[in-house]
């Protein structure tokens, strides 16, 4: 029997793409200073402020390192974050945010993965009370870990109940590039124009070997972190590479062209779900990521040619991701594959 295939597992499978490897191989002439005195750095900086207006950024290797570092640069040691029960930083970050940042994460459960203002609200509590951990940040993932997409209207919603009650929008933006493409909206529609505090950038799941970016839109808010981000082992000594790739993706339009190839794919892997009698897609498919319900026969037949995670196993619903490397043809041979597997 042959290997099962993974491209549908996670847009983490995917590879490089070839313009960011050349990037690489362009930053390694001789020598440059370490730890981020380099002009590939410089120039990250200046074009995140492009991107973004008056922000301050710091690359970094991970989205796990770029959310837990974030946190612990704005959090004390008695304050909480809350966010969706289905948040990276709850469920797949093996409790970083808690051990590194030191933080209480207050999840709340959601319909779709978002937070709402109301959501927000119910865990408003305590305040002031000596016995009770002080909410402090408000922490939201665009698109959701569920493939939905919060729209700007959403965000400004948030934040204006995060900033009256004295938090901050922290924002996980692993595929925040596929809600903007997906919304047809600039970076900064989704972020800056709307009260984000701090957010976590992706580049890696749109094909670069390995970066992120924190960026902080209250420069005041960055002060320390410096040194959250060396105490938090993110401080890369060869730096150069890191900003070379994250500026490869954004100095130009190879994130919309990534993400917009991505989201592409799954509409048009989320049709042929749609189509497919039996199976049904189980959230709003917003940006990358397809969610569909299958009968669990279907889901065992499907696993015989695919690797792919069950998201929830009581209802039956899988996980399905596309990426920048997903091609037509794969969506037509899933598509068939799925047909199979339903008994048509
Ligand atoms: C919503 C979200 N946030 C953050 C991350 C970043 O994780 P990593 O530390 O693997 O780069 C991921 C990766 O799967 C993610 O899906």
């Not at 062209?257 to 799954?266: K, L, P, Q, S, V």
Request: hydrophobic share 45%; with cysteine; aromatic share 8%.
């Amino acid at each position: 029997m042959t290997a099962p295939l993974t491209l549908f597992a996670s847009d983490n499978y995917a590879g490089v793409h070839p313009a960011v490897l050349e990037a690489v191989a362009a930053a390694n002439a001789g020598w440059a200073r370490a730890y981020g005195d380099d002009e590939w750095t410089d120039r990250l900086r200046e074009k995140l402020r492009e991107l973004f207006g008056d922000v301050e950024a710091f690359p970094v290797f991970n989205g796990t390192g770029g959310n837990v570092t974030a946190l612990s640069a704005v959090l004390r040691p008695y304050e909480a974050v809350i966010c969706p029960e289905t948040a990276h930083i709850n469920v797949d970050e093996c409790g970083a945010p808690e051990r590194i940042a030191g933080a209480k994460l207050v999840d709340v459960p959601t319909a779709d993965g978002k937070l709402t203002p109301e959501l927000l609200r119910s865990r408003l509590t305590g305040f002031g009370d000596q016995h009770h951990v002080q909410a402090r940040v408000a922490s939201i993932s665009q698109s959701t870990e569920l493939g939905t997409v919060y729209t700007p209207g959403e965000i400004s919603a948030l934040a204006r109940t995060a900033h009256e009650a004295g938090l901050l929008l922290q924002m996980d933006g692993a595929r925040l590039v596929n809600a903007a493409e997906a919304l047809g909206l600039e970076l900064r529609e989704l972020t800056s124009d709307c009260g984000v505090d701090v957010l976590t950038l992706g580049g890696t799941k749109s094909g670069l070997l390995g970066a992120e970016a924190v960026v902080f839109f209250r420069p005041e808010l960055a002060a320390g972190y410096l040194y959250a981000r060396k105490q938090g082992t993110q401080l890369a000594s060869k730096m150069r590479f890191i900003s070379a790739q994250l500026l490869c993706l954004f100095e130009g339009d190879l994130w919309r062209e990534t993400a917009g190839h991505a989201n592409a794919m799954a509409r048009r892997l989320g049709d042929a779900v749609a189509a497919t009698p039996g199976a049904e897609l189980a959230y709003p498919l917003q940006a990358n990521a397809v969610f569909a319900a299958l009968p669990p026969a279907a889901i065992e037949r499907l696993h015989e040619r695919y690797h792919f995670y069950v998201w929830d196993e009581d209802a039956g619903v899988v996980r399905l991701m596309c990426s920048w490397q997903t091609t037509p043809a794969d969506i037509e041979e899933l598509a068939g594959a799925l047909a199979e597997a339903m008994g048509g």
